[in-house]
C-alpha cells in the first residue's frame, strides 16, 4: 500500500453538538437539535487511545517484557476539550444544561444540587441534559480534504455518552471583548463513525457560528454585597477590565460492559468545584468591599448589561492581589464560589431589632447576609427581604417588628440559592 | 563556455495565466495574457537551509549538519494588472471562485478542494514569458519562458484613483505554489497551448472620473453621497501546502486555507457636511458599507465591502481636506450573503 495521499485540513473542522436519547447509544434526543458550535480551536481528537499498564521487572531479567503489558480497554475516559466564542449560543442548555442540569435559561448551579443518575443505555430525561453527543466534521482519516458528499465516506468522527465535566468562562477586553468559553467533555464510550455531517444529515440544525455577542464595554459591575444593593446603593459599583468562572466536578467511570465495546456501566460525580476572580480598578469603592476579604460573609461579583446579559458568582473571598503592571492600580479579587445547604427552614420567635427591624430566630439557618428569603406563614412578616445583621442562629428584615414573636417559614430566593448563574444573551 | 553576452529584458517580460485541468497538472483550458503593469516575480527553484544543532566540543560548522529542506517550500508569484472587466472576472474566479456577472465574496464561503493531481478546476498555472535564462532561437527546446503550476491566489487588491494610472483601476495580485518552478519556450515559441492564448488589453477598463452619485457610505439616502478621490479593496488569506508526495520533487499533498479572509476596504472622500451623518461610524460598532459606483461608455461599475470601520482620517495633503474612512470586511459566516466584491 502506498502513503495514502489524503489529509484533514485543520481549519475545516467543525463541531455540533446534541442531547442524547439515550445514554451511549449516539442518537440525538427526539426534542433536541443539533448545534454547530463557534469553536475557536480545535477540539480534542480522541482515536481510542487506551493507557498500557506494565508490571513490575522481574528480577533477573534486564529487558522488557511484552507478556506483562496489558492496553486497559477497560477503564478509559476520553476527555474532549471545546473552545468556543461565549455567544448568546453558548447558553443552548444542550451545550451547559447537562453540567447544572437544567433546561431553564439562564443556566445554573443551584444551591443543593444533586447531579443526575447516568447508566449505560438508560433513556435519557431531556430536560436534564444528561449525556449529548458529539460529532466532529472533517476529523476522520478517511476525509478527503473536501466538504462535499461521498457517499459511504465517514468523515467525521461521532462521540457518544459524552457528559460535561468542568466549564470555563472568560470576558474581558481581549478576544475583541466577546466572551470566551471552554467546556471540557469525557466519555467512557469509543469513538464511532459517520458522514451525517459531512453530507449534511443531522436534522434539525442550527448554525450558530454566526450569531452576535455583548461587548465587555458594554457591562457594569459590582462587587462584593452585590445583592442588596441591586435597591440602588451604588456602593459596591466597580469598574471591571475583565472576570472568570471556573466550574468543574470530576467524572468516573464505573466499571464495563462484558463485550469488546467495554462500555461504561455507569458515571458518577465529585462535588462541583466553583471559583472566580474579577479584575477592577482600585477605586474607593474599595472601602466597602473590604470586609469581605475577612468577615466569613458571602459575596461576589455581578456583571450584566443593560440588556439580558447577567453573570454573577456566589461565595466568599479567596485572594486579593494588586497588578501594578497598568497604568492604575487594580485588584484581582478571587472567590471561592458558595451556597447554602438550607434553602428553607422555619424560624421560632421574632423580636424586635431596632431602628424599625425585626430580628428574627431560626436555629442554625446558615443564611448570610445580603441574602434574599422570602417569609411566609408568618402573622405579619411574610414578604421578601434582603436580610442583615446576620449572626449563626438570627438574622434581621427590614419591616417594623409586631410587637409580639411571630412563627413562620423563610425560604431562599433564587437570586440567592444560585453559586453560578451565565446569561450571555444580547 | 566564454562568458554569455545574452541579456533578458526585463521589458520583454510576458505573463498568461489559465486554470489548469488537473492540479499541478500543465495542461490548462485556455491561457490568458494579461497586460501586467510591472515586472512580476520571478522565482528560481530554492529551499531553506537548515542546521543541525551544533556539536558540542567543535568550533566550525559541520558540512554534514546543514540540509535544504524541500519539504515545505512555497513559492509565492506576484503581479500587477490592469484591470477590466474580463480581467477583474477571471482575476475574482481565481480568488474566490465568483467569475460572472457581480463578482461576491460571500459569508459562507468555503475554499475548494486542492489535492495533487485531482480534475478540478480551482489551480492556475502562470507562464512568464522570457523570465528564463537562455535566448530563444525558435528551433529547439530552449529554457526561455518560466512557468508555475499548481497556483492559488492568495490575494486580490484592486486600487483605483483618479490621480493614479490615468483614472484606472490596478489589481495586485497573489498567487502560491507549492509546486517547483519549471523552464520552457513553449511562450516564445508560440507553441500550444499559447497559440491559442486569449490577448486581453484592459478594453473597457473603467475611468474613476466616472463615478457617479449611487456612490455612498452607509445608505443610499442623500446625506450619505460621497465625493470620491480613490479607494482600494484588499482580499488576502493564508493558504498552506500539506506534506509531500515523493522525495523525488516534494509536490505538495494539497493545499489548505488557514484561517478566514482578511477583507478591507478604504475610500478617500472630499471632508463636507455630510461628514455629520458619518462620524458616529467611526466608533459606534455600526455594520455599514462603502459603495462605488459607476459608469463609464454607457456600463455600470461596482466595488463594494460592508464591515466596520477601522480607522478614519483627515488627509491635509491637498488644496482641500480629505476624509479617509477604512472599514474590516465581514459577513453573516451562516449565509451566502455576499459582503464584498465587485462588477467591472
Known amino acids: 500500500m502506498a502513503i495514502g495521499q489524503n489529509f484533514q485540513a485543520i481549519d475545516r473542522l467543525q463541531v455540533a453538538i446534541t442531547t442524547e436519547a439515550s445514554v451511549g447509544s449516539g442518537t440525538k434526543h427526539a426534542s433536541a437539535s443539533w448545534y454547530n458550535l463557534p469553536i475557536t480551536a480545535p477540539p480534542t481528537i480522541n482515536v481510542n487511545q487506551v493507557a498500557l499498564d506494565t508490571g513490575a521487572n522481574q528480577v533477573g531479567l534486564y529487558t522488557p517484557n511484552h507478556n506483562q503489558m496489558k492496553h486497559r480497554t477497560d477503564n478509559p475516559m476520553w476527555e474532549i476539550t471545546l473552545e468556543v466564542l461565549g455567544t448568546e449560543y453558548s447558553l443552548q442548555t444542550s451545550l451547559l444544561g447537562g453540567l447544572f442540569k437544567t433546561n431553564t435559561e439562564p443556566v445554573s448551579l443551584v444551591s443543593g444540587l444533586h447531579p443526575v443518575e447516568i447508566r449505560d443505555g438508560a433513556v435519557n430525561t431531556y430536560a436534564e441534559h444528561p449525556t449529548s453527543v458529539i460529532v466532529i466534521r472533517g476529523a476522520n482519516f478517511e476525509g478527503t480534504n473536501t466538504f462535499d458528499e461521498e457517499t459511504s465516506v465517514s468523515k467525521d468522527l461521532v462521540y457518544s455518552g459524552c457528559v460535561c465535566k468542568s466549564a470555563s468562562l472568560s470576558h474581558s477586553m481581549d478576544n475583541g471583548g466577546l466572551a470566551k468559553m471552554t467546556i471540557v467533555f469525557v466519555t467512557g464510550y469509543k469513538k464511532g463513525y459517520t458522514n451525517n455531517f459531512t453530507d449534511d444529515l443531522l436534522t434539525t440544525m442550527v448554525d450558530n457560528r454566526g450569531n452576535s455577542g455583548v461587548h465587555f464595554t458594554d457591562l457594569s459591575a459590582m462587587v462584593g454585597k452585590f445583592q442588596g444593593e441591586t435597591h440602588g446603593s451604588s456602593n459596591y459599583d466597580a469598574r471591571a477590565y475583565g472576570y472568570n468562572i471556573e466550574i468543574s466536578r470530576d467524572v468516573n467511570r464505573v466499571g464495563y460492559t462484558q463485550d469488546a465495546d467495554k462500555k461504561p456501566l ?68 478571587s472567590f471561592q464560589g458558595a451556597g447554602n445547604l438550607l434553602l428553607t427552614d422555619s424560624f421560632t420567635s421574632t423580636a424586635d431589632g431596632g431602628g424599625g427591624y425585626t430580628k428574627v430566630t431560626s436555629v442554625g439557618h446558615g443564611l448570610s447576609e445580603g441574602q434574599y428569603v422570602t417569609i411566609n406563614s408568618s402573622t405579619s412578616l411574610d414578604g421578601s427581604y434582603y436580610i442583615q445583621s446576620v449572626n449563626q442562629d438570627t438574622f434581621e428584615v427590614l419591616n417594623s417588628w409586631s410587637t409580639s414573636t411571630e412563627t413562620g417559614v423563610w425560604l431562599l430566593e433564587t437570586f440567592s440559592k444560585q453559586i453560578v448563574s451565565i446569561n450571555l444573551n444580547a | 563556455m566564454a562568458v554569455d553576452t545574452a541579456v533578458r529584458s526585463t521589458q520583454d517580460l510576458k505573463l498568461s495565466i489559465g486554470t489548469a485541468t488537473t492540479t499541478g497538472g ?25 542546521e543541525a544543532s551544533p556539536i558540542l566540543g567543535t568550533h566550525t560548522m559541520s558540512k554534514s549538519g546543514a540540509f535544504h529542506n524541500r519539504t515545505n517550500k512555497m513559492y509565492e508569484i506576484s503581479f500587477s494588472v490592469l484591470a477590466s472587466p474580463t480581467i477583474m472576472d477571471l482575476m475574482c474566479l481565481y480568488a474566490y471562485e465568483d467569475g460572472d456577472g457581480v463578482n461576491n465574496l460571500i459569508g459562507n464561503y468555503r475554499p475548494p478542494n486542492w489535492i495533487n493531481g485531482a480534475t478540478a478546476t480551482d489551480t492556475q498555472n502562470i507562464y512568464i514569458q522570457g523570465a528564463g535564462f537562455s535566448e530563444n532561437t525558435a528551433s529547439t527546446d530552449e529554457n526561455s519562458d518560466m512557468y508555475f503550476k499548481g497556483c492559488v491566489c492568495t490575494s486580490l487588491e484592486l486600487t483605483h484613483a483618479i490621480d493614479s494610472e490615468s483614472g484606472k483601476p490596478v489589481a495586485n495580485m497573489t498567487f502560491v505554489t507549492g509546486y517547483n518552478p519549471e523552464y520552457g519556450d513553449n511562450m516564445s515559441d508560440g507553441e500550444a497551448p499559447h497559440n491559442t492564448a486569449v490577448n486581453l488589453t484592459g478594453e473597457g477598463s473603467p475611468n474613476f472620473s466616472d463615478w457617479t452619485t449611487a456612490t455612498d457610505i452607509h445608505s443610499s439616502d442623500a446625506g450619505y453621497q460621497i465625493h470620491p478621490y480613490s479607494y482600494s479593496l484588499s482580499m488576502a488569506r493564508d493558504v498552506q501546502r500539506i506534506g509531500y508526495v515523493n522525495a523525488t520533487d516534494f509536490s505538495p499533498i494539497g493545499y489548505t486555507m488557514v484561517g478566514q479572509w482578511d477583507v478591507s476596504m478604504n475610500c478617500t472622500y472630499k471632508r463636507d457636511a455630510n461628514f455629520t451623518n458619518l462620524k458616529s461610524l467611526l466608533y459606534d460598532s455600526t455594520y455599514i458599507y462603502i459603495d462605488m459606483y ?4 454607457g456600463n455600470d461599475w461596482n466595488v463594494f465591502c460592508y464591515g466596520k470601520v477601522t480607522e478614519g482620517g483627515v488627509d491635509t495633503g491637498n488644496p482641500e481636506l480629505r476624509n479617509t474612512i477604512t472599514l474590516k470586511g465581514m459577513g453573516d459566516v451562516e449565509s451566502a450573503t455576499a459582503y464584498c466584491g465587485m462588477s467591472m
Open chain 2, 294 to 297: 459607476g459608469n463609464t461608455g
Open chain 2, 26 to 50: 500543465t495542461t490548462c483550458s485556455t491561457f490568458y495574457v494579461l497586460p501586467i503593469l510591472s515586472p512580476p516575480t520571478i522565482l528560481d527553484i530554492t529551499a531553506p537551509l537548515e
Open chain 1, 266 to 333: 455507569a458515571y458518577n460525580f465529585s462535588p462541583y468545584s466553583v471559583s472566580g476572580d474579577v479584575i477592577v480598578r482600585s477605586s474607593s469603592n474599595q472601602a466597602n468591599i473590604e470586609p469581605y476579604y475577612t468577615n466569613n460573609q458571602m459575596s461576589g461579583f455581578y456583571l450584566k448589561s443593560s440588556g439580558n446579559y447577567a453573570v454573577w458568582l456566589n461565595g466568599l473571598v479567596s485572594a486579593v492581589s494588586n497588578d501594578t503592571g497598568s497604568p492604575e492600580l487594580r485588584n484581582t479579587i
